[in-house]
């Protein structure tokens, strides 16, 4: 196979696969026996998961001569090329790459989703979630950091986390506007780590959101400015065309497939068991085990190493080594969808996605749609105008269609009677905003873009949500109508994140301290 074949299954285009599997040379894959390299008992740091934090972890300790070993619960990222094109991301959810999580049913929120949830992508290869996200990258605003600070993660302020941000980075960016001191903003970004960030649209859309916004009084800048206030095109971690994840940009080496779970002696993390070729193997650190199995995973490992909630422990008859709220703090940020109808085919729809000269332009030549996340823009602002808060909702601008697919995803998972109305109301020339919930006081903001000259320019005209028991009984456009759209469509952001909490020692809510060791470990050693 080669880097693109699945592009031409989505095409079906039999003879032109053909052709180019002749032609062109095998996609890349791992070296032949590299992931049964001899497992030692011991060594000196142990790295539990190479997701997007692992594999840069166990990378820079490896630079030390240190002994590590990098335990993965999943394979290779290599084993379907849909990690390596970035515009395929979206095709990785419900893989044997996917942890494939779902919610709980909600009370208050999912109301017009089947059984109240919504699905949680996580990866489970190399490289993690990295591996299968929509790769847009933002830093977040320096309000943010600074507030952790205050509140006890001593050391992570805006200021003290900025030149790990420039290490990690390789940014090539643009000026899309009329943004003089946009020179400024490269100053504050990387130019020589590994970790590729490029900036580009995905359509012509984009021009009118950039007018739109100046329209607005908001001007052009750089997403990962430190307080992001406008619009910026879309930057992602994409290198010469193809995904720049933690896997393929730090680590790309050989990592182990295994399950685990952490042994403790005397309350202190020794090392780790997990399994292999079904076999249940102990393996020991001499210094540290790091744990950095995700948001999920991490927990997960945690609790059932008995660290967590004393009664829920309890419950699930797991013996309680240290009482600590793991799980307690987890955040993510709603996302709403709004749909816009348009008068002119300057979107990606599903006429014109995988057509052969798109698809030869990538494989030959690593450009066109394909070599990007599919976003046009950004727009970060406070609905309150305040200045001395970070901005409080973000609009991601897609030119994706609103089409049958989209509203039949199974992982959007529509009550069966909302898709059957929204099917009445696709359009295969209409563009979609993701707004997210950051910090929220209204959501309004996003619909005044409709009353810019450039957006009527094309008709952008808004796609009514609501259905019959859901929402289209209330005064529309009402503070209500909206409340009850929000409980009804928003789900979740793919933005999960809290479940071990850092800060203070002497906060009953954290779970590890500054320097990412758990509070009960450090309570051992002063007493």
Known sequence: MFLGESLLKISSIASLTNFLSLVLQPRPVDPPGIFETPISNTYDYIVVGAGSAGSIVATRLSEDCANVLLLEAGGTDLDDERTQIPLMWFFLQGTAMDWGYWTVPQKFSHRAMKNERSYWARGKMIGGSSAMNAMGFVRGSRFDFEQWEREGATGWGYDKVLPYFKKLENAKLTDYGNCGNFILYLETRGKFGPIVVNQESATPLSFFHLKAAAEMNLPVIDCSDQNPRGICVTQSNIKNGTRCNSGNCYLRPALERQNLQILFRKNKAVGVEFVKDNKTIRVFAKKEVILSAGVIGSAQILLLSGIGPTEHLRQMNINVKSNLPVGKNMQDHLDFFLKYNINMSLNTNSENFATPRRILNFVFNKKGIFTGSGGDVNVFTHTCRKMNEGPNIQLTIIPTAYEKDAVEDLFLNLKNEVVKEHLKRVNSNSFQVI???????????????????????????????????????????????????LRHFTRRGDHQMGTCRMGSVNDPSSVVDPRLRLVHYLEQIQE
């Open 435 to 485: 707004l997210y919930i950051l910090k929220p006081k209204s959501i309004r903001f996003t619909r005044r873009l409709e009353k810019t000259s450039a957006w009527k320019s094309i008709n952008a005209t808004y796609i009514r949500h609501d259905t019959p028991n859901h929402c289209s009984e209330i005064e529309y456009d009402s503070d209500d109508y909206w409340e009850c759209m």
